[in-house]
C-alpha cells in the first residue's frame, strides 16, 4: 500500500524555520512530481510548491517565493520543503502529495495528486 507520511511540523517564531519532511513507503517518489500544499482552518487548501519529476522544475505560491525551498534526496525517497522566515499566519496543515502519474511536470493542482499524507501542522507564532 503506497503511504505518505509528513514531518517536521511545530511551532516556530516569526521569522523562524522548519523544514517539512515527506516520507513514503510503498512506492518510488522519485518517478513523481511532488507537491506542497496547506490549509488553514475555514480556508481551501492552497499550493505552495512543486517539484518535477525530474528535478528540472520547480514553482512555488507568491506568497512563500523567495522564503521556502523544495528539494527531494532521491537516494532516501524523500521530499523535503524548507521553510525559511517564517510569518505569522494562521495555523495551517502542510501535506505532501504525489502526482498521479509518474514521469510528470510540476503542477500545483491538487487534483493532479493522487497520494496524500495525513498532514503536519505548522504554527507561526510569538
Known amino acids: 500500500q503506497s503511504q505518505l507520511v509528513e514531518s517536521g511540523g511545530g511551532v516556530v517564531q516569526p521569522g523562524g524555520s522548519l523544514r517539512l519532511s515527506c516520507e513514503a513507503s510503498?512506492?518510488?517518489?522519485?518517478?513523481?512530481?511532488i507537491g506542497w500544499f496547506r490549509q488553514a482552518p475555514g480556508k481551501e487548501r492552497e499550493g505552495v510548491s512543486c517539484?518535477?519529476?525530474?528535478?528540472?522544475?520547480?514553482y512555488y505560491a507568491d506568497s512563500v517565493k523567495g522564503r521556502f525551498s523544495i528539494s527531494r534526496d532521491k537516494a532516501r525517497n524523500t521530499p523535503y520543503l524548507k521553510m525559511d522566515s517564517l510569518k505569522p499566519e494562521p495555523t495551517a496543515v502542510y501535506y505532501c502529495?504525489?502526482?498521479?502519474?509518474?514521469?510528470?511536470?510540476?503542477?500545483?493542482?491538487?487534483?493532479?495528486?493522487?497520494?496524500w499524507g495525513p498532514g503536519t501542522q505548522v504554527t507561526v507564532s510569538s
Open positions: 502529495a504525489a502526482h498521479g502519474l509518474p514521469w510528470s511536470m510540476c503542477v500545483i493542482r491538487a487534483s493532479e495528486y493522487s497520494f
Open positions: 510503498g512506492f518510488t517518489l522519485g518517478y513523481y512530481s
Open positions: 517539484i518535477s519529476s525530474n528535478d528540472k522544475s520547480t
